[in-house]
Structure formats: structure tokens, C-alpha cells
């Protein structure tokens, strides 16, 4: 009896097997048909227009996925099919003349790149039916308007690009269904900031946001709440005067470049005792650094003025005090200075200076003497070249020998003092000679007068041999 049952199970599994395997292969003659039909319809067989297809193993289990790339095809939504094939993994569509976004069916893209195209509005519902939808590239179009539900569906989205289009109002609540959004990118739409709306509060942005860029969109101001958990912001291109004062406290990477900052004062970094990368690069106005600027950022790791071409002054307590004992500052383990216009640096840097990997002085027109002699010493390569004094001038500052760093012992002022002395005194030297040649005005000269005098008269007579009479 027992072994009856074993046969029968042993029957019924073989005959699953079977179904499961004629399932299968119904379902992969099914697919490669619409895998087909969509990579290679018949309007476009074997022309430019076809799309590359491919198959790849998709992580985490190896599962087949299906990639297919339609970018540079001049394709129009009405070329394209709305249902996708089959196990499709990621679509690329962009470089395309697509005028809306098509309504595609797929319950496996994890992917869609949309950028580069002609798309001006989002419409309720756009993407309601790409349930497993993870990210989504929308940039480099001319999207002006989203309409409220626009990313309805979409609960699974981790990744939206929306930079370089022509946002200006947003539909309240517009991110709301976005549930595990972790990278959103609004740059480069420059009416941004006139329709003055609250990421969080206003459109709906959860609280897993990680990385926020809000570059180029023209703002003059920034609040963020204190206790998001952003870990990355981007702020390049915008017209700040000041680094916001309210931005979250869990901040790692922050980048306030391009902005109108004259000073970097203490109260611009108060806030960012976090954050472990501060790029303040490419300012057009900033000039100076001041005590204390940079004393509340204790855990930085890189910090960068690159091409801040104005700046010429960096406080020797900008960091806050500094000692050889000190340990303070002791994350900071890139510098760079590169294309600034500072001349020298303060020997109370040294210990700082000496800590890091890496320090990029290349660029700086550096005043190579007795006080930054000690930049030679620097057990890492600065790549910065002396600018003056005129003898070692082009040189690298590892280069050239110590004793070229040499400081005049008068001042530069003394120097001319004493070249217009000398002038001075060499002009009233010739004066002197040249009136001491001169005759004195009380002085007559008189003339010798008599036959003898070279001045006498002198008659002449004729040859009298000449006139016989």
C-alpha cells in the first residue's frame, strides 16, 4: 500500500514537471514573439530603427532580464508599443523626438531613460501601469507642467531625474506616492524657486530621501526640517549669499559652489557638524576666510575652494586653533586650493598641512620666502610652483632650494628710500662740478693792449716792386 503511494506521487510529480516545463516553454515562444514584435517590428526590420536587444542575468538570483536600447531611433510615442516585452529589465529611449511619454505595460522594468527627448507635460497615471519601476530619468526634455498623480503607481521608485526641464508650479502632494524615493534631481529648472514650494511639507517628499540636487534653479534661500535624513545636497549655480542656516544635521557631502559668498564666516558651518565633503569651489565674489569659518566641521575629510578665483585670504585660525599637539581636524585628509588666488600660508597651517593626503596648491601665484619655507618640508606633493621672487620664478616649491626662500631684512619701502637717496645725492654731485667749472660773474677778462697785442691793427702795404712809380 505504501509503495502504491509512493508511485502515485512519483506520478503526479513527473506530470507537474512536465506542465510546468511545457508552461515555460509557451511562455519563452510567447516572449520571444513580443520581444520580437517590439525590438524588430516589421515597419522597421532590418533598418537603423530597429533596437539592440539583449539578454542578461539580472542580480540577485541570476534571473534572465531583458535590456533593450532604443536610444538615437527618432522615435515618436506613436512608434511604440505599449506593452513591453517579457521579463524587460531597462528601456532606453533617450536622444529620441518623443513628444509625450507612452503608457507602457510591464510588471518587471526596473529602469525607463526617457532623457534627451521633447517630452513637455506628465499626465495623471503616466506610469500607473510599471508597478516595478525603480528608476526614472526624465531629464533634458521640456517638461513645463505635472499634473496631481503623475507618479501614481509608483511605490517602488528609488531614483527620479527631472533635472533641465521648465518646472515652475508643482501639484501639491506631487511626490507623495513616491514611498522609498531615495535620489531626487531637480537641477537646472530655473523658475524653481519662484514657485516657492516646501519639498517635505508642500510635495509630499518622504523621509528615506537621501540625495537631493537642487542646482541652477535660481535660489536666493533654502529650508530644509533640521531632522530630515538627508545625506547629500547640491546647491551649485544658485544665487545664495550665505550658506542656508536651516539644511538637515545628518549632512555628509554638501556642495555650495558657484554661489555668491563674499566671506565664509563661523555661522555659514554651524550647522554642518557632520558633514565629511564641503565643496565651496568656483566662487565668483568670495575673497576671504575667516578666524573660526571652519572650527565646526571637526569629521571633514575633503574640503575644496578649486577655482575660487577671487579668494586671497585665509585666516590662519580658520580651522581654529591649531597646535603640534593638537588633535583637532584630524579627519581632513584632502585639500584643495588649486586655481585660487592665495600667496601664502600661515606656519600654524603646518600641522594641519602635514596630516593630509592629499593638497592641491597648483595655480597659486606663491610668494616663496622665509615664511613659507616650511611648505617645502610637507611630506606630500602640492604641485605648487613660486611665483616671486623673479629667480626661482615657475619652480616647484619642492624643487627649488631652500635657500632661495630667503626674506629681505628691510622693508621694500627702505629700498626705494634708498635708491631716491642715491639719485638725490648723484644729481647735486653734478650740479656742484658743473657750476664749479663756470666762471665767477665778478671776473673781467682784459685784453692786452699795445703793438705788441695780438689785437693791434695791422696795415698792409702794397709790393712796391709791383709799382715802379
Known amino acids: 500500500m505504501a509503495s ?26 510567447i516572449d520571444a514573439a513580443e520581444t520580437d514584435r517590439f525590438c524588430y517590428p516589421e515597419s522597421s526590420r532590418n533598418s537603423r530603427r530597429s533596437c539592440e536587444c539583449s539578454n542578461v542575468s539580472a542580480s540577485p538570483w541570476g534571473n534572465r532580464a531583458l535590456r533593450i536600447d532604443c536610444s ?20 532606453e529611449l533617450s536622444w529620441n523626438a518623443l513628444d509625450s511619454v507612452p503608457v507602457f505595460t510591464s510588471d518587471s522594468l526596473h529602469q525607463l531613460n526617457l532623457r534627451h ?47 533641465h526641464n521648465n518646472l515652475h508650479l508643482l501639484p501639491g502632494q506631487l511626490f507623495g506616492p513616491l514611498l522609498v ?3 531626487l534631481d531637480m537641477s537646472w529648472n530655473r523658475r524653481f524657486n519662484e514657485s516657492g514650494e516646501d519639498l517635505y511639507t508642500a510635495l509630499g517628499v518622504n523621509w528615506k530621501l537621501s540625495t537631493l540636487r537642487l542646482d541652477a534653479c535660481s535660489l536666493h534661500d533654502l529650508h530644509l526640517p533640521v531632522n530630515a535624513p538627508l545625506k547629500e ?4 549655480r544658485n544665487q545664495l549669499r550665505r550658506i542656508p542656516p536651516q539644511l538637515p544635521e545628518t549632512l555628509l557631502r554638501l556642495d555650495i559652489s558657484d554661489n555668491l559668498l563674499e566671506e565664509l564666516l563661523p555661522e555659514d558651518t554651524a550647522n554642518l557638524t557632520q558633514v565629511r565633503q564641503l565643496f565651496v569651489e568656483d566662487m565668483p565674489v568670495l575673497q576671504r576666510v575667516v578666524a573660526n569659518a571652519l572650527t565646526h566641521v571637526d569629521v571633514l575629510e575633503t574640503l575644496s575652494f578649486q577655482n575660487s578665483r577671487q579668494l586671497s585670504h585665509l585666516d590662519a585660525e580658520a580651522f581654529g586653533p591649531i597646535t603640534t599637539t593638537s588633535t583637532k581636524k584630524s579627519a581632513l585628509r584632502s ?28 595655480g597659486l601665484p606663491l610668494q616663496c620666502d622665509c ?38 631684512t628691510w622693508p621694500r619701502w627702505a629700498y626705494g628710500l634708498v635708491v631716491l637717496s642715491l639719485i638725490a645725492l648723484s644729481a647735486a ?36 716792386q709791383e709799382n715802379p712809380h
Open 4 to 29: 502504491l503511494e509512493v508511485v502515485r506521487g512519483l506520478t503526479f510529480a513527473l506530470l507537474l514537471t512536465q506542465l510546468l516545463a511545457a508552461h515555460v516553454a509557451q511562455a519563452e515562444t
Open 117 to 163: 527627448n521633447n517630452v513637455t507635460q506628465l499626465v495623471a497615471g503616466n506610469f500607473k501601469q510599471l508597478t516595478s519601476l525603480r528608476e526614472l530619468y526624465l531629464g533634458w526634455n521640456s517638461i513645463g507642467k505635472l499634473e496631481a498623480g503623475s507618479f501614481d503607481g509608483l511605490p517602488h521608485l528609488q531614483v527620479l531625474d527631472l533635472a
Open 181 to 183: 524615493l531615495g535620489t
Open 429 to 464: 654731485g653734478i650740479y656742484l662740478i658743473v657750476m664749479g667749472l663756470r666762471p665767477h660773474r665778478g671776473v673781467t677778462m682784459r685784453r692786452k693792449v699795445g703793438a705788441s697785442s695780438p689785437y693791434a691793427r695791422v696795415t698792409i702795404e702794397p709790393n712796391r
Open 72 to 91: 538615437y531611433k527618432d522615435f515618436r510615442a506613436a512608434d511604440l508599443s505599449p506593452l513591453l516585452p517579457l521579463y524587460i529589465d531597462s528601456l
Open 233 to 236: 545636497l547640491s546647491l551649485r
Open 371 to 408: 615664511e613659507l619655507v616650511w611648505l617645502k618640508q610637507l611630506p606630500v606633493q602640492t604641485n605648487g610652483r613660486c611665483y616671486k621672487p623673479a629667480r626661482i620664478r615657475g619652480m616647484l616649491v619642492t624643487s627649488a632650494r631652500g635657500d632661495a626662500f630667503s626674506c629681505d
Open 335 to 362: 585639500l584643495s586650493f588649486c586655481g585660487t588666488m592665495l600667496r601664502t600660508f600661515n606656519s600654524t597651517l603646518a600641522p594641519l598641512f602635514a596630516q593630509l593626503a592629499e593638497l592641491d596648491l597648483n
